[in-house]
C-alpha cells in the first residue's frame, strides 16, 4: 500500500525540541522530493519545509528557518523534521506529502495522517 | 512572499448544485496552481494540479481553470461527501503557499 506513517508528535515545553519522522511505503521514495506542511488547531494549511530527492535541496518557511532541519535517509524509506525552539505557535498538526515536480510547478499526491505536536508549559 | 485569497470564505450550497470557488494570487503564478480538499480529522487530499489537470481517482465533476492571478474551482453537482474544506496553493515562487480555504457546507 502506498502510504506515509508519521510519529514523534507529542507535548513539549516552550524552547524545547521534538523530532518528527514520517516513514514510506508503497513506492519509491529516493526518486521524490518531500514536505512538511503544518496546520494549527482550527486554521488552515501552513508549508514548513521541502527536501529533493537527494536531499541536496532545502526550503524553509520564514517562520521556521534557523530552528527547524530537514533530512531524510533514503536507506531507512524515513524524511524527519527536527524542531527546535519550539514556540506556542508551532503548536500544530504536522503533515509529511510526497511532491511531484513539473517545471516550476509542485503539488502534493500524497499526505500522512499528521503527527499532533502540542508546545505548552 | 505571493499570498492566495480565497473567497468566499464559506459557501453555503445544496446537493445537486453546482459550487464556484475562487481563488486569487498577489501576483502571477501563471499554472502553477494546486486544490486540494480536506474533511474533518483527514489529511488533504489533491484535487487538481497544475491549474486545471484532475489528479488521480478525482471524478469529473470537479474542474479547474484559470491563470496568472485568477483561478477557479468548480464542482459541477455537489455530492454529499463534497461538503469539506478546500485549499488553493501556489509553487510559482518560494515560499509555497495556501490560500486561507473555502468552507463548503450545507
Known amino acids: 500500500e502506498v502510504q506515509l506513517v508519521e510519529s514523534g508528535g507529542g507535548l513539549v515545553q516552550p524552547g524545547g525540541s521534538l523530532r518528527l519522522s514520517c516513514a514510506a511505503s508503497?513506492?519509491?521514495?529516493?526518486?521524490?522530493?518531500m514536505t512538511w506542511v503544518r496546520q494549527a488547531p482550527g486554521k488552515g494549511l501552513e508549508w514548513v519545509s521541502v527536501i529533493s530527492d537527494r536531499g541536496s535541496i532545502i526550503y524553509y518557511a520564514d517562520s521556521v528557518k534557523g530552528r527547524f532541519t530537514v533530512s531524510r535517509d533514503n536507506s531507512k524509506n524515513t524524511l524527519y523534521l527536527e524542531m527546535n525552539s519550539l514556540r506556542a505557535e508551532d503548536t500544530a498538526v504536522y503533515y509529511c506529502?510526497?511532491?511531484?515536480?513539473?517545471?516550476?510547478?509542485?503539488?502534493?499526491?500524497?499526505w500522512g495522517q499528521g503527527t499532533l505536536v502540542t508546545v505548552s508549559s | 512572499e505571493i499570498v492566495m485569497t480565497q473567497s468566499p470564505a464559506t459557501l453555503s450550497v445544496s446537493p445537486g448544485e453546482r459550487a464556484t470557488l475562487s481563488c486569487r494570487a498577489s501576483?502571477?503564478?501563471?499554472?502553477?496552481l494546486a486544490w486540494y480538499q480536506q474533511k474533518p480529522g483527514q489529511a488533504p487530499r489533491l484535487l487538481i494540479y497544475g491549474a486545471s489537470t484532475r489528479a488521480t481517482g478525482i471524478p469529473a465533476r470537479f474542474s479547474g481553470s484559470g491563470s496568472g492571478t485568477e483561478f477557479t474551482l468548480t464542482i459541477s453537482s455537489l455530492q454529499s461527501e463534497d461538503f469539506a474544506v478546500y485549499y488553493c496553493q501556489q509553487s510559482s515562487i518560494w515560499p509555497l503557499t495556501f490560500g486561507g480555504g473555502t468552507n463548503v457546507e450545507i
Open positions: 508503497g513506492f519509491t521514495f529516493s526518486i521524490y522530493g
Open positions: 501576483q502571477s503564478i501563471s499554472s502553477n
Open positions: 506529502a510526497k511532491y511531484a515536480l513539473v517545471g516550476a510547478a509542485r503539488w502534493f499526491d500524497l
